[in-house]
């Protein structure tokens, strides 16, 4: 039975790395993502910037008006008919190339100037934040001085398209946003420009958005292999961990040894105490299976027992 009970999480594990929508799911969040890789998943300034230079038709993006033109054409289709300054079709005919999107502009999140077609755009964005009192009416108020001859549509851009507590605002999600990229992507299939709108649809997918889906394929597995994965969340290491940088020191430095490794400790010492006797004596089952009774921890120095070093 002992070892039957040894072996249970090695064959638990097992069927999970075998599991076809396991790997599936781990396809999707595997490999280089450029946003994740500088960490702009959630940051509201983050894809306040990237829209901004997306939506700018003189940007290098090699897209000109494009992604700006199917942005405010949906734009437009979100806003009911009564309400809109503007016609989806005089946006997909009209000329865009002036246009100009500001980042903070009045401390407004992105503003995009169509001079063309006197319109002006203000796109309010909360990735993860609430609109603070009374945000959007000071933006409104500001845009209708400083553009009182302009149509002016008035967008409140959410993960989950949250009603706005303004009346002159209008709500479009994230997803829409998403989709639009999507499109673009098979477009400029090939490009730098494709693979940069790629990992931003992925992002937008992964962080940002709820994905139904995928949602529902991480419950099937998580149903399948609860005590796999409950093991893996049990042993992961606590918020503000150092272990990551103890292995990598491991790697890199061949004069220390890891000893013993659990959730939220790693201890090591330095490799030329492994020949002293009185650093080795430590019974194994009071402490370190090593034996070792001297020991390194990334925050402080451990011993076990008295120490006679002669």
């Known amino acids: 039975m002992a070892g039957a009970t040894v072996s249970d999480p090695e064959d638990r594990l097992s069927d999970l790395i075998d599991d076809r929508e396991f790997k599936k799911l781990n396809q ?17 300034l983050n894809h306040s910037n990237f829209l901004a230079f997306l939506l700018s038709p003189t940007r290098p993006h090699g897209l000109g008006a494009e992604p ?22 005089d946006i997909v005919v009209g000329d865009l190339d002036d ?13 995009i100037e169509v001079p063309n077609l006197r319109l002006v755009v203000t796109v309010e964005n909360k990735v993860g934040a609430n609109e603070s009192e009374g945000q959007l009416e000071r933006y409104a108020n500001a845009v209708r001085a400083n553009y009182p001859d302009w149509r002016r549509m008035f967008i409140f851009l959410t993960p989950d398209g949250t009603d706005p507590e303004h009346e002159s605002y209008f709500p479009f999600t994230y997803s829409q946003i998403a989709e639009i990229v999507d499109d673009l992507v098979k477009e400029a299939e090939g490009s730098e420009i494709g693979l940069i709108l790629r990992h931003y ?39 503000g961990s150092l272990l990551g940088i103890v292995r990598d020191l491991m790697n890199q430095s061949p004069q220390l040894v890891l000893d013993r490794q659990v959730v939220s400790v790693a201890r090591f010492a330095p490799a030329t105490w492994n020949g002293i006797g009185a650093l080795n004596a430590c019974p194994k089952e009071q402490w370190t299976k090593t034996g070792r009774n001297l020991l390194y921890q990334p925050t402080e120095l451990m011993t076990r027992l008295p120490i006679d070093v002669g």
Request: charged letters at 35%; glycine letters at 4%; one cysteine or more.
């Open 99 to 111: 246009a100009i999107a500001f980042r903070e502009r009045d401390n407004i999140d992105l503003l």
């Open 28 to 44: 999707r969040f595997g490999g280089l993502n450029l946003f994740e890789a500088v960490g702009s998943v959630r940051r509201e």
């Open 68 to 89: 700006l033109r199917r942005v405010l054409r949906r734009f437009a289709e979100e806003v009911p008919k009564t309400a809109r300054p503007i016609r989806p079709l």
């Open 201 to 239: 649809a992925e992002t937008l997918r992964r962080h940002v958005v709820p994905d139904e889906h995928l949602k529902e394929l991480a419950l099937q597995i998580y149903e399948r292999h609860k005590e796999a994965l409950d093991f893996i969340f049990d042993c992961r290491p606590e918020p």
